[in-house]
């Protein structure tokens, strides 16, 4: 079984930075890809950013500019570097990850979740 941890939310001044971290861990064969969604009360979890096997990377284009996501495959690792952070960029952030954990056995996975609040 895979699990993916995240790490790293908390409360920041607009223009702050924060640095997300999520970690997967259990019996991983191979990753696809991992990413970062965001959602917010009330509504659907939508795209921050991802990363593929290939070192592929995607954005939603209000975070373009401004946030980085990066990996350790040493680690089973995929990292947020969020700068410039705005108020509307408070949301609860989660973790995904393609993962197999056998040739043929792969699962959609989601961390728990870490808040990100941006307030003065």
């Known amino acids: 079984q895979v699990q993916l941890v995240e790490s790293g939310g908390g409360l920041v001044q607009p223009g702050g930075s924060l640095r997300l971290s999520c970690a997967a861990s259990?019996?991983?064969?191979?990753?696809?890809?991992m990413g970062w969604y965001r959602q917010a009360p009330g509504k659907g979890r939508e795209l921050v950013a991802t990363?593929?096997?290939?070192?592929?990377?995607g954005y939603a284009d209000s975070v373009k500019g401004r946030f980085t996501i990066s990996r350790d495959n040493a680690k089973n690792s995929v990292y947020l570097q969020m700068n410039s952070l705005k108020p509307e960029d408070t949301d609860v952030y989660y973790c995904?990850?393609?993962?197999?954990?056998?040739?043929?056995?792969?699962?959609?996975?989601w961390g728990q979740g870490t808040q990100v609040t941006v307030s003065s």
């Open positions: 259990g019996s991983i064969f191979r990753i696809v890809a």
């Open positions: 995904n990850g393609k993962i197999y954990s056998s040739p043929t056995e792969w699962a959609d996975l």
């Open positions: 990363i593929n096997a290939g070192g592929g990377l």
